[in-house]
């Protein structure tokens, strides 16, 4: 039988449809492409982080200080010292201790000292007060230098106490608001000095001056034979004192702050 062009052609296309029909059959038993599984949802199981609030204090002779609290916990950080402790039992809540050392804070103060069966341990430092006082009033503070005319070397060992006193009463030893000591050190006059005071305890209608006494080994060596008033009825926050030399007496206690 000769194939015409007509009859090849035909033979073409059947052999086309029949297979595109073929794939068409393929394509339908086929199974469709495997899903990705959908990303799993982050576990709402893991704890959260603490939040720990911090409060910087400043202490005898400037040393700073941070708490932090979190609960009945504390962590106190001092010089190149951490210590992790727990709240014990006390009348005003504010006793944390690790068993060796223990933090006081109330109010605005605080201390830290060696934790004994009497209380009574070695302070490590005292006279702390917070930077930002609780109340949300910033703290006060006087600042200044100290210095001395007299060409006279001190030993490092040498003590500057410097008080911020209410002197209103005249026929009254004056009352120490604020206290700072300074060690003096590698420091050479004029020492710069800044003391902290709790604004509530100034009264506007008093009178309030700067004390100076220079201590070497208890024995007063330089001391202000002048009044430097601060604070109050237009005297300023600053003052620039000048120590002269005074007689090798024991310093007498002043009145303690109230």
Wanted: charged share 20%; aromatic share 8%; with cysteine.
């Amino acid at each position: 039988m000769q194939l015409t062009v007509k009859n090849l052609r035909l033979i073409f296309a059947a052999a086309t449809i029949f297979l595109l029909a073929g794939r068409a059959t393929r394509a339908q038993d086929s199974p469709p492409p495997a899903q990705q599984p959908a990303p799993a949802k982050p576990s709402s199981n893991m704890r959260p982080q603490y939040q720990w609030k911090r409060f910087d204090y400043t202490c005898e002779g400037g040393a700073k200080l941070t708490v932090f609290l979190h609960s009945n916990t504390a962590k106190v950080r001092f010089k190149d010292s951490n210590y992790l402790m727990r709240q014990t039992p006390s009348a005003d809540g504010g006793r944390y201790s690790d068993g060796k050392v223990v933090w006081w804070g109330k109010g605005n103060g605080g201390f830290l000292q060696e934790d004994t069966p009497d209380g009574d341990g070695a302070m490590i430092v005292k006279d702390c007060q917070l930077d930002k006082p609780l109340n949300g009033e910033t703290a006060g503070e006087v600042t200044g230098t100290v210095s001395y005319l007299q060409r006279i070397a001190l030993p490092p060992t040498a003590v500057i106490v410097l008080q911020l006193q209410d002197v209103s009463r005249a026929d009254a030893p004056a009352i120490v608001v604020a206290e700072e000591k300074i060690t003096l050190g590698e420091h050479q006059v004029p020492v710069k000095f800044s003391i902290k005071f709790d604004p509530a305890k100034i009264d506007q209608k008093h009178r309030y001056a700067i004390g100076a006494q220079i201590l070497d080994d208890g024995r007063l060596r330089f001391v202000n034979d002048k009044s430097y008033a601060v604070l109050t009825q237009g005297n300023p926050n600053h003052a620039d004192l000048i120590l002269h030399q005074a007689a090798a007496t024991i310093l007498s206690q002043p009145q303690s702050p109230q």
